[in-house]
């Protein structure tokens, strides 16, 4: 089994950056991929970036491409996502995700999901 905590996450104003962090312990979290999604209020739930267990590859979602970035942390089983350049249309809870499977696009693919954290961009 695999655990997801995510840290971060809050209110900015458009045009404001925010940095989310995710740790995973459990079985083997140094060999997952790991990635975000988000969820807005009524919509369905989006592919927002993933990384590889090696941090050598890299995916985005369209949408966030050029303003996002993730990273692996420094500690194994970890992961960040850097939010440049807000928008009020990325407000969601946002999700760390957990897998093998690379790429992970769509949200049935995923085993792992941390409990989500709130974004908020608002003037």
């Known amino acids: 089994h695999v655990t997801l905590v995510e840290s971060g996450g809050g209110s900015v104003q458009p045009g404001g950056s925010l940095r989310l962090s995710c740790a995973a312990s459990?079985?083997?979290?140094?060999?997952?991929?790991m990635g975000w999604f988000r969820q807005a209020p009524g919509k369905e739930r989006e592919f927002v970036a993933q990384?590889?267990?090696?941090?050598?590859?890299?995916n985005y979602g369209d949408s966030v491409s050029g303003r996002f970035t993730i990273s692996r942390g420094a500690a194994k089983g970890t992961v960040n996502l850097q939010m440049n350049n807000l928008k009020p249309e990325d407000t969601a809870v946002y999700y760390c995700?957990?897998?093998?499977?690379?790429?992970?696009?769509?949200?049935?693919?995923?085993?792992?999901w941390g409990q989500g954290t709130q974004v908020t961009v608002s003037s």
């Open positions: 990384i590889s267990w090696t941090g050598r590859s890299t």
């Open positions: 459990g079985y083997t979290v140094e060999n997952l991929n």
């Open positions: 995700t957990a897998d093998w499977n690379f790429p992970a696009w769509r949200a049935s693919q995923i085993n792992y």
